[in-house]
């Protein structure tokens, strides 16, 4: 049975957000991967496309996410299901740290305007 403990985990940083990876290809898993991040106060990613679908759950805090041109203020507790082709892009406009849960299947790729294209390690 993997059991991946926290002091485990891989983190990453990228666009001033962290992404601690518990579930990949790495540590076992056959089709997900499931990572927490952490959006600082004042951080605004990048938009981006994705090629596969997310679910992003909020823990503690408070977001703005615009998908497809729609911005929603998401609290915790709330959930986000982010379809593949959608354009996602994430804010965190208040003065805490907000942190999420997400959840996606093995080949995530993403988008940004210009047209780079990332494969993120937490997610493959």
Do not use: Q
Not at 3 to 13: G, K, L, W, Y
Not at 68 to 93: F, K, W
């Amino acid at each position: 049975m993997p059991v991946v403990r926290s002091s485990e985990a891989t983190t990453h940083e990228i666009h001033g957000a962290r992404f601690i990876s518990y579930a990949t290809p790495l540590t076992g898993s056959k089709e997900l991967c499931a990572w927490r991040g952490e959006i600082p106060a004042g951080t605004k990613a990048p938009a981006h496309t994705v090629n596969r679908e997310e679910i992003f759950h909020l823990l503690i805090g408070e977001l703005l996410i615009t998908l497809d041109g729609r911005t929603d203020r998401i609290t915790a507790g709330d959930t986000v299901i982010i379809n593949p082709g959608a354009t996602l892009s994430v804010e965190n406009p208040t003065s805490a740290t907000a942190i999420s849960w997400v959840t996606t299947s093995i080949g995530l790729e993403a988008e940004l305007a210009d047209g780079t294209r990332i494969t993120p390690p937490w997610a493959n």
